[in-house]
C-alpha cells in the first residue's frame, strides 16, 4: 500500500500479485492487516500494471475484476480504455514488468541481489588472503584480550571484529539513543534532507567518561590506531531501522566539497565504523555493491573501512547499502573518521596514487 501510494508501481505490483495469489489459494478469505479483499488487490495490480506499460494484463485484471463486480462501471470504462489503446498501438503490446529508470536504481540489480542473501562475502577458498585472527595492533590495551578479526575484503578494504562489545553495552547505547530518535536525513549538497532512499531514525551520542560510548571511542582508537575524539571523529549516531527500513547504494564520504561533512572543518571521512547493536530475524544486512559482497547483521560486531584512498580520494568501492529489514528491529552505532588528526596516524603514500 505504501509503495502504491508513493506511485512506486514497479514494486507494488510484486506485493500485489502475491496478495492476489494469496486470496486465490485462501478461497478469498484470506485477510491481511488492512482487512483488503481480493476485489481491491486486482483493481490496485490492474491499475498499477497500467502505469507500468503492461496495458494488456491490465485488461486481463481488470476482465477478471468486472466477473465479480458487473455493475462496476469505473472497471468497465478502463477496459474500453486499454482496448483502445491496444488497438491504436501498432507495435507488439508489453506484456511484462519494466523497470523504472532512476538515477538511484544505475546499482539496483546488484543491490538487491545482495539483499536477497543473508551474507555472501568470499571465503578464504575463493581468496586465500582472506584471512581470520586475534588482532592486537600493538597496542598495550588489547595483548590479553586481543580483538576476533576477520578479513572481508581487500579492496576495499574491509574487516569485522566479532563480539566488538558486549550485550550491556548495547542496551545502555540503545537506551540513551531512545529520546533522541529522528528521521534519518542525507547530505545534498549544502544541506541535509529526508529523502525515501534512506528509511530509519537516528540520534547523535555524546560520551562521558564512564559511558559506553567513550568506552566504544577508546576501543575503537586502540583497533584503528587513529584519533577518533571530537572534531577529528564524530559523535556516535545511532540508527535504528524498523521493519523495511533501509538505505539505498551510497558513500559514508562526501563527494561534494559543499558537502555538511565539511562542516567540523576536519577533512572528509577517511573511515567508518559500524557496530551492531541488534539481531534481526531476516534481511538487514549491510550490501557492498561494486565489491560484490555482503555482511549480514550480527549482533555486537563491527565492521570497518577506508573510505578514502592514502592520496585523499574517495574510494568508489566503498558503495554501500543497508538492506530492507524484512523481521526484527535493526540498530546500528556509525562512527566517522574524519582526516585531520590522523596525519601521522595514516601516512600518505610515496605514490600519489595510492
Known amino acids: 500500500q505504501v509503495a502504491y501510494d508513493q506511485e512506486?508501481?514497479?514494486?507494488?505490483?510484486?506485493?500485489?500479485?502475491?496478495?492476489?495469489?494469496?486470496?486465490?489459494?485462501?478461497?478469498?478469505?484470506?485477510?491481511?492487516?488492512?482487512?483488503?479483499?481480493?476485489?481491491?488487490?486486482?483493481?490496485?495490480?490492474?491499475?498499477?500494471?497500467?502505469?507500468?506499460?503492461?496495458?494488456?494484463?491490465?485488461?486481463?485484471?481488470?476482465?477478471?475484476?468486472?466477473?465479480?463486480?458487473?455493475?462496476?462501471?469505473?472497471?468497465?470504462?478502463?477496459?474500453?480504455?486499454?482496448?483502445?489503446?491496444?488497438?491504436?498501438n501498432s507495435s507488439k503490446p508489453v506484456n511484462g514488468l519494466k523497470r523504472p529508470s532512476s538515477k538511484y536504481l544505475r546499482t539496483r540489480d546488484t543491490y538487491e541481489r545482495l539483499c536477497r542473501t543473508r551474507g555472501s562475502q568470499p571465503t578464504h577458498f575463493e581468496n586465500p588472503q582472506l584471512f581470520c585472527d586475534n588482532f592486537a595492533n600493538g597496542h598495550p590495551g588489547l595483548l590479553l584480550r586481543p580483538a576476533r578479526r576477520e578479513t572481508l575484503s581487500l579492496q576495499p578494504y574491509v574487516v569485522l571484529y566479532h563480539d566488538f562489545i558486549s550485550d550491556t553495552e548495547a542496551e545502555e547505547i540503545k537506551h540513551h539513543a531512545q529520546l533522541g530518535l529522528r528521521r534519518s536525513v542525507v547530505a545534498t549538497r549544502d544541506k541535509q534532507v529526508t529523502a525515501e532512499y534512506r528509511i530509519s531514525k537516528s540520534a547523535w551520542l555524546k560520551g562521558s567518561a564512564q559511558s559506553a560510548v567513550s568506552r566504544l571511542d577508546q576501543r575503537i582508537s586502540m583497533l584503528t590506531g587513529l584519533n577518533v575524539q571530537h572534531p577529528h571523529g564524530e559523535y556516535l549516531q545511532v540508527v535504528n531501522y524498523g521493519i523495511g527500513g533501509h538505505y539505498e547504494p551510497h558513500f559514508d564520504h562526501a563527494t561534494s566539497p559543499s558537502s555538511p561533512v565539511f562542516k567540523l572543518k576536519t577533512g572528509n571521512r577517511v573511515a567508518t565504523v559500524m557496530i551492531y547493536l541488534s539481531s534481526v530475524e531476516a534481511g538487514g544486512s549491510t550490501a557492498f555493491i561494486y565489491a560484490n559482497f555482503s555482511v549480514p547483521v550480527m549482533k555486537n560486531a563491527a565492521i570497518f573501512w577506508w573510505n578514502l584512498h592514502r592520496n585523499g580520494r574517495g574510494d568508489p568501492d566503498t558503495l554501500h547499502a543497508g538492506c530492507p529489514v524484512l523481521i526484527g528491529d535493526k540498530w546500528v552505532a556509525n562512527k566517522w573518521i574524519h582526516e585531520y588528526g590522523q596525519e601521522f596516524l595514516r601516512r600518505c603514500s610515496l605514490n600519489p596514487e595510492e
Request: hydrophobic residues 35%; negative net charge.
Open 8 to 88: 512506486d508501481y514497479y514494486h507494488s505490483v510484486h506485493w500485489l500479485e502475491e496478495s492476489v495469489r494469496l486470496f486465490r489459494r485462501s478461497g478469498s478469505k484470506w485477510s491481511p492487516e488492512n482487512e483488503g479483499t481480493l476485489h481491491d488487490a486486482l483493481d490496485h495490480l490492474a491499475f498499477s500494471h497500467f502505469k507500468t506499460g503492461n496495458i494488456l494484463h491490465a485488461l486481463s485484471l481488470s476482465q477478471e475484476l468486472l466477473l465479480y463486480d458487473p455493475s462496476n462501471r469505473r472497471v468497465s470504462q478502463n477496459i474500453n480504455k486499454y482496448e483502445k489503446l491496444l488497438a491504436s
